[in-house]
């Protein structure tokens, strides 16, 4: 019998993915292989950090946005540590600052997660 009625009840706390330069078409393979592997260490809370992010088109948009769906699926938090101004301005022109969960430096994360 192999592993029948056992179940690994660890689960990381938080997993960390520090972003930088552009998130754009051309490294949008690389940064969703980071993410996806992020999730598969089956943390609560994935944390990504946006502070040295120089540019975010679509492409990174659609990382983020299918990242936090996947997490909403999954019952896990998916927190955006707030970049510079230029990147903050697309999840503001495209309304997702209201859509998603964005604080502004790491440690002020909070835990546990709350109610929305």
Do not use: K
């Not at 970049?83 to 209201?98: A, D, I, K, M, W």
Request: net charge negative; proline share 5%; charged share 30%.
């Amino acid at each position: 019998m192999s592993g029948a009625g056992t179940e690994d009840t660890s689960r990381t706390e938080l997993v960390e993915v520090p972003l930088d330069g552009d998130v754009d078409i051309a490294s949008a393979d690389e940064i969703e292989a980071r993410i996806r592997s992020a999730e598969a260490e089956g943390p609560s809370v994935i944390l990504i950090d946006l502070r040295q992010v120089s540019f975010l088109d679509s492409s990174g948009l659609r990382l983020i946005l299918g990242a936090a769906i996947r997490a909403e699926t999954a019952g896990r938090r998916l927190v955006l540590v707030r970049g510079p101004e230029r990147v903050q301005r697309v999840f503001e022109l495209t309304n997702l600052q209201s859509r998603l969960e964005f604080v502004d430096h790491p440690s002020l994360l909070a835990h546990p997660s709350p109610e929305r």
